[in-house]
């Protein structure tokens, strides 16, 4: 019985140790999608630029280009979005929500800058657009990319912390299951030490008194 309660010990430790580590799943999620922003942020960077370069040579690949640099900024919005969610519903630190807002901020100041160079691509006006992409998207698109990889990196420390929480949990729950297991067997073995004593004790007895009863015969 001691040997199946410490096991159903040993089992609810486990148990825990499971959800601890299912605590981390945020945290993968939230550097997953972060990194995905931060790809997206530079494919805009290059797409926009592709159709600058390729609009005074071959105009069908600039449209090519533009739409998949318009294609990327609304995947970018719908990853932030989702990354809002994220940091809603888990644990999030000052530092990061931080980070977000910013990122949020410099979004905004970067897409419009964006938005006006490929409006002038499509306009035929190349060397305007050139110039809004080096001299007004430039400084934000840099000042946005080096936030989000702020973020990457806090996130990854806070995922390597996390990590470290739950195999050292996972360290006390084994520790404490053994611990458990081992109590259990030495009362296991101390309860059958006094049954078979006290048995032994019944038996003395009784031949006893079979002993004595016989002399009296």
């Avoid at 997206?40 to 533009?66: F, P, Y």
Wanted: overall charge positive; charged content about 20%; aromatic content about 4%.
């Amino acid at each position: 019985l001691m040997v199946g309660v410490a096991a159903g010990g040993l089992w609810s430790l486990h148990s825990v140790n499971q959800q601890m580590r299912a605590i981390t799943g945020p945290g993968a999620a939230k550097a997953k999608r972060v990194n995905t922003m931060l790809e997206t942020v530079g494919a805009l960077g290059i797409q926009s630029r592709s159709a600058a370069m390729l609009n005074e040579i071959d105009g069908q690949q600039a449209q090519a280009q533009i739409a998949a640099a318009r294609k990327s900024l609304q995947d970018y919005q719908q990853h932030q979005a989702a990354l809002a969610k994220l940091f809603a519903s888990a644990d999030t630190t000052p530092e990061q929500q931080q980070l977000l807002s910013d990122i949020e901020a410099l979004a905004q100041k970067a897409r419009p800058e964006m938005e006006t160079a490929l409006k002038a691509i499509e306009d035929g006006d190349t060397v305007s657009a050139t110039l809004t992409l080096m001299t007004r998207a430039a400084p934000a698109e840099s000042a946005w990319r080096a936030k989000l990889a702020e973020l990457i990196e806090r996130q990854n420390q806070l995922n390597a912390a996390s990590a470290e929480q739950a195999e050292r949990l996972q360290g006390q729950a084994r520790g404490l299951g053994a611990g458990l297991v081992a109590v259990a067997a030495l009362l296991g073995w101390w309860i059958a030490r006094r049954i078979t004593a006290s048995t032994r004790c019944r038996l003395a007895a009784r031949s006893w008194w079979q002993s004595a009863l016989r002399a009296a015969i």
